[in-house]
């Protein structure tokens, strides 16, 4: 355990110097491990394993799609691939939109993957964000839209990934709090 715990300290400290360097490129780390044996039927092998991504203190204990022989209580690679591009995305509208004067004041989006078995490769087609942006009244919806396709050209995961990526924004302002709805 101590020497995870410094290895976590290193990895935090080399990141923070990497920000303070001003570097423009960045590198991200993952540690992936499992431990197990595949001796025996396909089906009978734990697919669940760990990943930690340092300096983050969490540990994701990811397995595979129940479809495929996992653990549906928890992630799999395939949400998580989803989960990271509408991670993404919030993380740039939000910005955008601070630079804008948007005042956004919640965010969900309901993203969906669809991976198709019988595509040569089999991969991830599609994803499609459906972000319901709750703004200040009196905030111009279609200015909130076009914020939301400008962050989308900027969204680093959107432009790493060779899937179709979709954009879908429902805007609606968002009810001034202590009001009461009859």
Request: hydrophobic share 40%; net charge neutral.
């Amino acid at each position: 355990m101590r020497q995870t715990l410094v290895a976590h300290t290193s990895a935090r400290a080399e990141t923070i110097s990497t920000y303070r360097r001003g570097m423009t490129e960045h590198t991200y780390r993952a540690l992936t491990t499992w431990t197990g044996s595949t001796d025996g039927p396909y089906a009978a092998y734990d697919r669940t394993h760990t990943v930690w991504t340092p300096p983050a203190e969490a540990v994701l204990r990811p397995s595979a799609d129940p479809a495929f022989r996992g653990d549906g209580r928890l992630m799999n690679p395939e949400q998580l691939l989803v989960a990271a591009a509408s991670s993404c995305q919030l993380l740039s509208f939000l910005a955008v939109a601070n630079r804008s004067g948007i005042e956004v004041l919640r965010y969900v989006d309901d993203a969906r993957g669809t991976i198709d078995l019988a595509a040569t490769p089999a991969r991830v087609g599609s994803i499609v964000l459906a972000p319901t942006v709750h703004v200040a009244p009196g905030t111009d919806h279609a200015e909130v839209v076009a914020t939301a396709r400008r962050a989308h050209e900027t969204c680093y995961i959107a432009n790493s990934l060779n899937t179709r990526i979709s954009l879908r924004v429902t805007v609606v302002d968002a009810v001034p709090s202590g009001a009461m709805s009859s």
